[in-house]
């Protein structure tokens, strides 16, 4: 599957974002989906993911409240709607393709997913 995320850009600091990242290639609702950020010079984390069937969600402590993951089927799409950004959020953001077979969980672990798209870059200005 290859997936694409757009949606990034700069925000002042308790703003809004809404990211998307769509799916090509294989049935989507067979994909669990996450995002994960990396800031310069740090390791990449997790930030959020939703099971197959949408009913699962999972979230970063830090981001917990503020950021919701949400997935579109018929638009193969998966959303993240972050809102009440803080500089700290500053990251590039990408999406990942998790297809074990579980339908209604989802994995906050880098190493549970198998594709990833490209980074859309977040910048929160104080």
């Known amino acids: 599957v290859q997936l694409q995320a757009f949606g990034g850009g700069l925000v002042q600091a308790g703003g809004s974002l809404r990211l998307s990242c769509t799916a090509s290639?294989?049935?989507?609702?067979?994909?669990?989906l996450g995002w994960f950020r990396q800031a310069p010079g740090k390791e990449r984390k997790f930030v959020a993911a939703?099971?197959?069937?949408?009913?699962?969600?999972v979230y970063a402590e830090s981001v917990k409240g503020r950021f919701t993951i949400s997935r579109e089927n018929t638009k193969t799409t998966v959303y993240l709607q972050m809102t009440s950004l803080k500089p700290e959020d500053t990251a590039a953001y990408y999406c990942?393709?998790?297809?074990?077979?579980?339908?209604?969980?989802?994995?906050?672990?880098?190493?549970?997913?198998?594709?990833w798209g490209q980074g859309t870059l977040v910048t929160v200005s104080s």
């Open positions: 990942a393709a998790d297809r074990r077979p579980s339908t209604r969980t989802a994995s906050a672990y880098m190493s549970d997913y198998d594709y």
């Open positions: 290639g294989r049935p989507f609702t067979n994909y669990a």
């Open positions: 939703i099971s197959r069937s949408g009913g699962g969600t």
